[in-house]
T-cell receptor
Framework: GAGVSQTPSNKVTEKGKYVELRCDPI?????LYWYRQSLGQGPEFLIY????????DSGLPNDRFFAVRPEGSVSTLKIQRTERGDSAVYLC????????????FGEGSRLTVL | KQEVTQIPAALSVPEGENLVLNCSFT??????LQWFRQDPGKGLTSLLL?????REQTSGRLNASLDKSSGRSTLYIAASQPGDSATYLC??????????FGTGTSLTVIP
């Protein structure tokens, strides 16, 4: 597609529920990132995919968070047993795999856990 | 771990003024540094990408410089306009694949 697409744009859920956030990267971009941004803060790294595999998941805060990219394109971030502290904007970004690749972001998915 | 700092946290200037935003990073071993703009409630829009071998990049009224040895980058905005009001973020990409972000500078251009 023309840009990075994220759905849903807004998600309100109750504490303890399961949530999935979807990211469709720019066509041809092999590298895909998930970031989390809280109000007034810069984006915080969660996970990086190179193709289908998670090359770096060191930013995932705990085992309630998981992400997949089964066909090397669309990625889904999954959050189990959501907590109020998970409320944030979840940003997806993609780039070409070359070291010089510019990072492009989607509009984000705003998650609110009540 | 790479630490990125942006000063000032907020800046307010009258329309037409030239201004400089600062970004500093602790580890000089970077592949590149990228500047972004973020409007309220929106994602990040890429402004300029400077490779580690470059000293500066220009796009319209924007000019970004990079000094790896001192761990600094600046974003210069010429003839500021109210439409430039936004938060500006810099991100340093280390020799891994992570991009490390600062907390941003919130810019207000007063008409």
């Amino acid at each position: 597609g023309a840009g990075v697409s994220q759905t849903p744009s807004n998600k309100v859920t109750e504490k303890g529920k399961y949530v999935e956030l979807r990211c469709d990267p720019i066509s041809g971009h092999t590298a895909l990132y998930w970031y989390r941004q809280s109000l007034g803060q810069g984006p915080e790294f969660l996970i990086y995919f190179q193709g289908t595999g998670a090359a770096d998941d060191s930013g995932l805060p705990n085992d309630r968070f998981f992400a997949v990219r089964p066909e090397g394109s669309v990625s889904t971030l999954k959050i189990q047993r959501t907590e109020r502290g998970d409320s944030a904007v979840y940003l997806c970004a993609s780039r070409r795999l070359a070291n010089t690749g510019e990072l492009f972001f989607g509009e984000g998915s705003r998650l609110t856990v009540l | 771990k790479q630490e990125v700092t942006q000063i000032p946290a907020a800046l307010s200037v009258p329309e037409g003024e030239n201004l400089v935003l600062n970004c500093s990073f602790t580890d000089s071993a970077i592949y590149n540094l990228q500047w972004f703009r973020q409007d309220p409630g929106k994602g990040l829009t890429s402004l300029l990408l400077i490779q580690s071998s470059q000293r500066e990049q220009t796009s319209g009224r924007l000019n970004a410089s990079l000094d790896k040895s001192s761990g600094r980058s600046t974003l210069y905005i010429a003839a500021s306009q109210p439409g430039d009001s936004a938060t500006y973020l810099c991100a340093a990409r280390g020799t891994g694949n992570q991009f490390y972000f600062g907390t941003g500078t919130s810019l207000t251009v007063i008409p």
